[in-house]
């Protein structure tokens, strides 16, 4: 019981110790849970808390970087703005320093064109006692252009052959028979202009002539024209003009580099480089390059070549970089050896009497009596005015006779009176003492040393000390010094003139024809053996003219004559006449040569021998093949017989019919050519009283008329105007003939004064007559050479009679108009395409002219307008493509253009893309390319046939495209063309 008590004791302890632990286990796991649930309550207030202190500080660095951000974002704004306006104060800064320094760089071209037009306004002629000015005494030299050997185009081809199926259809027909030759395409006779005209129409003219035609000064005086006319529309107003010996002799590659350096030194034009080329890029500086023959001058022909080449390569670069720029060269004939493409070549024409006036007029002064004097003795001398049509013996003529009051009739003589003037009685008129011991014999015989040596050696110009060495050894032989040298070479060539420093450290003759005449002099003194050289040299153009003068020089000159012609003296082997020699070549050279030197009036003992020479010119001239050998025969007869009493002779043989036409066609044109005292008025009487010459011997004595400004000639002209107007050609050849005679007789009456309204009412007469345009051409070419200033408003009613400027088969007179009109002319025209009273194809006629005029400098002031037609899609594509080739010579901006390279016509694009390479910006030139590979673009833009054969061209496309691509000598693009060529089976 106890137990079972105690263990219900023990039970009830247990079970309560169980209950009270449990509700310790109780309450401490509620004490426990209690305390977890504040502790988790107070770590949730932490834990918000803190999130609350996160949000806030998140808030806060929130906040924060956008203020930082803001911050940032307001400095980077206002380092932006500080750059932005660094930068623009910068390019403030920049743009003023541009413009100060375009500033002083105009100001700098300004002053160098002051002095250069100061520099060339006063000529000095073999140091004359006074300066002449260039202003006053300037008679203008024109210029013809040279037509070269060349390839026919396709279209001339086509023409060309067209005509000889008409003559073949002709020939055959009953009562007809063949023509003795067959026609000519129509081409129209090399025009003859002004230099500056020549420069405006070809951009790029190499101006050729004989010693003394005026080159130089020709040069000189379009140098002078652009520095005091900067400015005027249509001209360049920064002219380059260059002396190329000095340019040679100065060691440059480089002629811009030269120009540069010379502007810096002479004329104090530093920074010059980079304003010359900004002003050849955009064509507003002309390149005047004097004296390309000159550069010959050397040791050795390599020598000579080399420096040729080398000048003519430096040349030939800068017309391609700067296709814009304006480019004159000058050179003697016989020294010209061709090398510069692009360029056109003009030959500078002798003075006509009427010039030759001039000159004497202005030389002298209104008021001073000898210039009567020396017109009257020129005009009784006929040989001297042959003479006197060369400016530089002109200018001779004139020294002498200011002396003399006479003149001598040999060149020879002319010149050496003219240094004997010089050398002693112009010092002795003026009571100049010079160095006494040195007298005028001895300088004469110093100079003919100096020539002889130096031309030896094929040298125009002579370095400063082997000149002076040469002086050295030339003096002990007259008893002086040899340490005199340099006195003597500062007299002569700082007192006289003869010999001049040309460039530092080189000196020579003032002119070429000063060390000839000395050199021949020099000959003529060693005797035999002078001749010996002078014949030994005659195929070399360097000793040309000093066999001439020496031939006037000799006391005998037949040994010369017979060393030329290769002839025993015993006289020998010339029984009846020398035309068969057998040392001469196939074109007579010798024969030539010689009866060149009779032009000069040398005695000659051999009497017979002169006559040989004369009757051998006349078989040659009757029985060669050769049309060229006939010219030259004809020519050097003229100038053997034409200037003297055989004048007659020479007429008597044209007016006989039994001569060939071919012949007396030759002497005709001789004539035209070189003129001579009464020849003008001999052809009129013989024209006037033979009206039954044939017609085309009629057609060539009108040229001749009209070449020699015979004045009388006029009423004769205008009676074969209407006998030929009231016939009726029997044949297409007669048609042909007519057309060509009427030409004839409308460019001589332009060139003798005729009747503007006569040459109009020619047009009217004869419209829709066929080779209208070689009639409108001719016309026009007339009209332009009138010195008439009612000519344009005669063409304007001209055009509002006949409906406009379209005459029918692409021919206008809008170019002549614009010719004589200018820029007003230029204006009314541009006007009537704008406004659209010109529509169709008179409109692009009168944009073919525009262009045409445009090439030459013109319509600078509407540029805008032409831009305005380019762009205007409602514009046909030739108006568009002519609008764009006048906008090639005003250059812009890429993006006035660059969008129409787009263009679904191929030919908006592809002018597009040629205007831009044209302003350098070749990006688009691809398209041209392949336009012409693919495509083949016509070589003109045809007028209304649908028939490429037989279209009318009437503005050349293929020109266009030559000239903007030839400056980028793309040579791959050549070799595509030339595949693409085969491929399609062209040659």
Known sequence: MLLQSAAANYTTLFTMFGAITAALIAGAGLLYQIRRTRALERDKATWAAELEA????????????????????????????????????????????????????????????????????????????????????????????????????????????????????????????????SPRPDRASPATLAPMEALQRHQRIVVVGDPGAGKTTMVRHLAFGIATRRGIPGLPDLPAYVELNHFIGSGHTSLLDYLAEFWADRYGFAGSRAHMEAKLTDGT???????????????STEEATAAYNRVANEVNRLAARFPKAPMVVTCRRHGWRSGLVQFQVMEALDFEWAQIK????????????????????LSGNSRLQTLAANPLLLSLIAIVYERDLELPERRAALYRRCVEVMLREWDSHRQISRYSRFTTDNKQDLLKQIAWHYHQLGQRYFAEDDLLALI?????????????????????????????????????????????????????????????????????PWWEEVVLLLAGSLPDATPLLLGLLQLPADGSGREDDVLS???????????????????????????????????????????????????????????????????????DYIADDQHSEDVRIALVDALGALGGRGAGERLLGLFTLRSELPGEVREHFIRALGKLRVGQAVPALLQE???????????????????????????????????????????????????????????????????????????????????????GGGSSL????????????????????????????????????????????????????????????SRPWQIRWLAMRCLDHLPGSVDELEFLTAHPSRNVAVSAAVTLAAWGAPGHLHLVQ???????????????????????GIASVRGRLMQVLAPYNDVAFSRRLTRAAIRAGID
């Open 930 to 952: 392949e336009a012409i590979v693919k495509h083949r673009l016509r070589p003109f833009i045809p007028l209304r046939s649908r028939d490429i054969r037989r279209s009318i």
């Open 285 to 299: 500086a002309a390149l005047l390059l004097d004296g390309l023959d000159e550069v010959l001058g050397g040791g």
């Open 721 to 807: 105007l209407s006998k030929l107007q009231n016939s009726r050609p029997s044949s297409d050849m007669d048609t042909i003939a007519r057309t060509h005679h009427l030409a004839a007789i409308a460019e001589a009456l332009g060139a003798t004064g005729g009747p503007a309204d006569t040459l109009l009412l020619l047009l009217e007469q004869e419209a829709g007559s066929e080779w209208f345009g070689t009639l409108v051409r001719a016309v026009g070419d007339a009209l332009a050479q009138l010195d008439d200033p009612s000519v344009p408003d005669l063409l304007l009613r001209f055009a509002d009679r006949n409906g406009g400027w379209d005459l």
């Open 581 to 651: 020699l057998p040392d001469d070549d196939l074109f007579h050279t010798d024969l030539l040569m010689a009866a060149r030197c009779l032009t000069g009036s040398p005695r000659i003992a051999d009497t017979r021998l002169r006559q040989q020479i004369v009757r051998s010119l006349w078989r040659l001239l009757e029985e060669t093949p050769y049309e060229q050998d006939r010219e030259r025969a004809a020519q050097v007869l003229v100038g053997l017989l034409g200037s003297g009493g055989q004048l007659p002779e020479i007429i």
């Open 814 to 873: 809008a170019g002549t108009y614009l010719n004589v009109a200018g820029e007003p002319g230029f204006r009314s025209l541009l006007d009537l395409v704008r406004a659209g009273d010109a529509t169709g194809w008179e409109a692009v006629l009168i944009m073919v002219s525009l262009a045409e005029f445009s090439t030459r400098g013109h319509g600078r002031a509407w540029r805008e307008d032409f831009l305005a037609l380019a762009v205007d899609d």
């Open 472 to 540: 050295a050894q030339y003096l002990p032989t007259i008893d002086l010094p040899p340490g005199d040298n340099r006195a003597i070479l500062d007299e002569i060539a700082a007192q006289y003139g003869l010999l001049k420093a040309q460039a530092h450290g080189w000196y020579g003759f003032l002119h070429l024809t000063l060390q000839e005449h000395f050199t021949a002099t020099a000959l003529w003194e060693r005797g035999p053996e002078g001749i010996e050289v002078a014949t030994a040299r005659r195929y070399d």
């Open 358 to 377: 001039t000159f004497i007029a202005n030389w002298f002064g209104p008021k001073d009596v000898r210039s009567d004097g020396l017109v009257q003795a």
């Open 54 to 181: 996160q949000k806030v500080q998140h808030q806060l660095d929130v906040d924060l970087e956008v203020k930082r951000r803001t911050w940032d974002h307001e400095v980077e704004t206002a380092e932006r703005e500080r750059r932005r306006a660094e930068a623009e104060a910068e390019r403030e800064r920049a743009a003023l320093l541009e413009a100060t320094l375009h500033r002083e760089v105009e100001l700098g071209a300004a002053e160098y064109c002051e002095k250069l037009a100061h520099e060339l306004s006063m000529l000095r002629i073999l140091d004359l006692s006074r300066p002449l000015d260039l202003k006053k005494l300037y008679v203008q030299v024109r210029v013809q252009e040279q037509e070269p050997l060349r390839y026919l185009y396709d279209d001339e081809l086509l023409t060309a052959i067209e005509l000889e199926d008409l003559a073949s259809a002709v020939v055959g027909q009953e009562g007809i028979e063949a023509p003795k030759k």
